[in-house]
């Protein structure tokens, strides 16, 4: 089993940053592909950001591409979501997630975090 906890969410003015982490417990992150997936409200859950295994591939949802940046420290089974230049659209409870193949489908995640609220005011 793999437990995510997410942490570094708040409430930022628009164009401001966060850095949100991701730490796993329980087994090594070292042979997961690991992504970000948030839902705002009344909305469903969405791919946000994904990277694989060993930081070889990223891909973004357009909507954050040369905004936000994902990266990940295996070290320190932790994996980020660097957000800039960040908008009132970006509001969402952000969820970083595991799973065994490099994906942008929620459905083949197999470990999910609680989430970690991110709010963005105009």
């Known amino acids: 089993q793999v437990q995510l906890v997410e942490s570094g969410g708040g409430l930022v003015q628009a164009g401001g940053s966060l850095r949100l982490s991701c730490e796993a417990s329980?087994?090594?992150?070292?042979?997961?592909?690991m992504g970000w997936f948030r839902q705002a409200p009344g909305k469903e859950r969405g791919f946000v950001a994904a990277?694989?295994?060993?930081?070889?591939?990223?891909r973004y949802v357009d909507s954050v591409k040369g905004r936000f940046t994902i990266s990940r420290d295996n070290a320190k089974n932790t994996v980020y979501l660097q957000m800039n230049s960040l908008k009132p659209e970006d509001t969402a409870v952000y969820y970083c997630?595991?799973?065994?193949?490099?994906?942008?489908?929620?459905?083949?995640?197999?470990?999910w975090g609680q989430g970690t609220q991110v709010t963005v005011s105009s």
């Open positions: 997630a595991a799973a065994r193949t490099y994906s942008v489908l929620a459905s083949t995640y197999d470990y």
């Open positions: 329980g087994r090594s992150l070292s042979s997961y592909s």
């Open positions: 990277i694989t295994y060993n930081s070889g591939s990223t």
